[in-house]
Nanobody, 116 residues
Framework: QVQLAESGGGLVQPGGSLNLSCAAS????????MAWYRQAPGKQRELVAG???????KYVDSVKGRFTISRDNAKNTVYLQMNSLKPEDTAVYYC??????????WGHGTQVTVSS
């Protein structure tokens, strides 16, 4: 089992920045991928960014150039630096990981609200 704990969400004005953190604990060996998803009200959950065990990153087009995913293996933590935030970035952001290719684990989510 892997436990994921997100932090760093909150209320920010348009154009502002937030840095989300996701700390992994438990049986963390064999994690192949860590990623951030988000779900806005009335919309499907979507992949925002992912980072593989080989540090290959992927972003949804709408956040390219604004968001950066990174990882600190020593702290078992993945980050999502979000800059130039827009109201349409408002959502609950979820951390997830894939372990041993077949098993996925999810955090409880953290709310990000972009509003003036």
């Amino acid at each position: 089992q892997v436990q994921l704990a997100e932090s760093g969400g909150g209320l920010v004005q348009p154009g502002g920045s937030l840095n989300l953190s996701c700390a992994a604990s438990g049986s963390i060996s064999g994690i192949n991928l860590m990623a951030w998803y988000r779900q806005a009200p009335g919309k499907q959950r979507e992949l925002v960014a992912g980072i593989s065990e080989f540090d290959i990153t992927k972003y949804v087009d709408s956040v390219k150039g604004r968001f950066t995913i990174s990882r600190d293996n020593a702290k078992n933590t993945v980050y999502l630096q979000m800059n130039s935030l827009k109201p349409e970035d408002t959502a609950v952001y979820y951390c997830m990981c894939i372990k041993n290719v077949n098993y996925d684990y999810w955090g409880h989510g953290t709310q990000v609200t972009v509003s003036s």
